[in-house]
């Protein structure tokens, strides 16, 4: 029965990683993104684009315009308020940026779930459509005294507090629409 709950959770991980690569994640203080920039004047391209480090307070600064605000924005809409933020103040005409986070360069250091109850526990690496399942299989699978019936999500509010969700694995590993998606930093608690 372990054998087969096993299999049935790799076999969800290949959807995931599919869908994975297409999504957005909101940038976060401390998130490292590579800024580049074109439709500006040769000698300032390579002053403007480089790697950015999102301060504590939400912010990258720029060349020309000081602070920008990065901290909850998508990189696709941090583009678009860089891009806008020059033409408003009439600094370039029509600049064209693109944003991207490298993990490789510490992006997202702060981006995993943790995951109790499994033959590996701690915390594993978290990506956009990451279900409960999978990181319970990111785990090595439920250890021999865990319960799936009596999971629960522990996620933190943005006001601070903390939610018990609890959440029945054993029916999800038969109708995964019963699965839940993670958040960064959710806890997957499977207890004895």
Same mark, same amino acid.
């Given at each position: ?50 790697? !950015?480090?999102?301060? @504590? ?7 020309? #315009?000081?602070?920008?605000? +990065?901290? *909850?924005?998508? =990189? ?9 933020? !020059?033409?408003?103040? @009439? ?7 693109? #944003?991207?986070?490298?993990? +490789?360069? *510490?992006?997202? =250091? ?27 299989? +990111?785990? *090595? ?30 029916? +999800? ?20």
């Amino acid at each position: 029965m372990k054998a087969l709950l096993l299999l049935f959770l790799c076999a969800l991980t290949a959807p995931w990683m599919a869908r994975a690569q297409t999504s957005e994640l909101p940038l976060r203080p401390g998130d490292r993104i590579t800024l580049t920039i074109g439709g500006v004047p040769p000698e300032e391209i390579q002053q403007i684009s480089k790697v !950015y480090t999102i301060a @504590e307070n939400g912010v990258i600064s720029l060349l020309h #315009i000081q602070e920008v605000k +990065a901290a *909850g924005l998508k =990189p696709s809409e941090l583009q678009r308020a860089v891009e806008a933020t !020059y033409r408003r103040e @009439e600094i370039y005409t029509n600049p064209t940026v693109t #944003i991207s986070i490298d993990d +490789a360069l *510490g992006g997202a =250091p702060s981006r995993v779930v943790y995951v109790v109850g499994v033959m590996q526990p701690g915390p594993k690496p978290f990506k956009p459509g990451l279900t409960a399942l999978q990181a319970v299989n +990111a785990g *090595g699978g439920p250890n021999p005294y865990a319960s799936m019936r009596k999971a629960q999500i522990i996620r933190s509010r943005q006001d601070g507090t903390r939610q018990s969700i609890p959440v029945d694995l054993s029916k +999800a590993i038969k109708d995964p629409s019963l699965d839940m998606v993670l958040q960064p930093d959710d806890q997957v608690i499977l207890p004895e």
